[in-house]
T-cell receptor, first 115, second 112 residues
């Protein structure tokens, strides 16, 4: 089945610097990709949903890049601020059977943005 | 409102005792999921309900039960808790099995 590797597990950056989190996946047939953000004590919140046909996806203060050739998904936070401090999870929608696809998650990255 | 609620938020259980966790959503989503998350590991799908049909992952088939008495509620039941069940349990829901999943805050279960 699909396997998703997320790096790094922990990341600390200074306010105003960029932060990059990367996920690699194994199934070339995966077609939807997700980034979730989880603040302490809160739910996983969807940051962005990316379809496999779009390589560059712009959000508010971040960019998601999809490299299908290398099977790599990255979240690039530009000019990070303390409010970005949270756990981030990538997820890949994997076709598990003819009638069902499921989300396969990465292990998560704990991001700390220091003033 | 995209809120998924989970109760309790924290649960302490003894080895060998049953555990019942509750999830609710008011978005009229037809699909509800349960994930298990341990520290430094990815959330792992345990089972999901599509309408009234329960689907359990093969490797956790015998360890977890679930019920969905109506569209809004879904429970996760452990008949006899073991130490290895200590984890965060996340509930999620979606409108359709292919759509975006919305997550609850989780229930942290500690088995002693």
């Amino acid at each position: 089945g699909e396997q998703v590797e997320q790096r790094p597990p922990h990341l600390s950056v200074r306010e105003g610097d960029s932060a990059v989190i990367t996920c690699t996946y194994t199934d070339p047939n995966s077609y939807y990709f997700f980034w979730y953000k989880q603040e302490p004590g809160a739910s996983l919140q969807l940051l962005m949903k990316v379809f496999s046909s779009t390589e560059i996806n712009e959000g508010q203060g971040f960019t998601v890049l999809l490299n299908k050739k290398d099977k790599r998904l990255s979240l690039n936070l530009t000019a990070a601020h303390p409010g970005d401090s949270a756990a981030y999870f990538c997820a890949v929608r994997h076709i598990a059977s003819s009638s069902f696809s499921k989300l396969v998650f990465g292990q998560g990255t704990s991001l700390s943005v220091v003033p | 409102d995209t809120t998924v609620k989970q109760n309790p938020r924290y649960k302490l259980a003894r080895v060998g005792k049953p555990v019942n966790l509750i999830c609710s959503q008011t978005m009229n989503h037809d699909t509800m999921y349960w994930y298990q998350k341990k520290p430094n590991q990815a959330p792992k799908l345990l089972l999901f309900y599509y309408d009234k049909i329960l689907n359990r992952e093969a490797d956790t088939f015998e360890k977890f039960q679930s019920s969905r008495p109506n569209n809004s509620f879904c429970s996760l039941y452990i008949g006899s808790a073991g130490l290895e069940y200590s984890a965060m349990y996340l509930c999620a829901s979606s409108k359709g099995r292919q759509d975006t999943q919305y997550f609850g805050p989780g229930t942290r279960l500690l088995v002693l």
